[in-house]
């Protein structure tokens, strides 16, 4: 897989505007990676792009959920 660096803008529907087309003689998949300054990205927005991140799809396995809340010992914080 190769990797291209270009630059654009995300607009308000969350569709990606290259400032610099890249031909292609077809159609193609490819993997995004957004990389925003912070104060662009509140939490609401952040959590909202994980948890409909298909890269995290194996967190809602069955297989996954191993722990429950009587698994591990409580903290304590007393020196």
Do not use: C
């Amino acid at each position: 897989m190769r990797a291209i660096e270009t630059t654009g803008i995300l607009n308000t529907q969350g569709q990606i505007q290259l400032d610099h087309p890249i031909p292609q003689e077809k159609d193609r998949f490819v993997r995004v990676i957004l990389l925003m300054s912070e104060d662009e990205l509140n939490e609401k927005h952040w959590l909202d792009a994980v948890s409909h991140n298909p890269s995290f799809a194996f967190l809602h396995d069955t297989e996954e959920d191993i722990y429950n809340l009587n698994d591990g010992q409580p903290v304590s914080n007393e020196g």
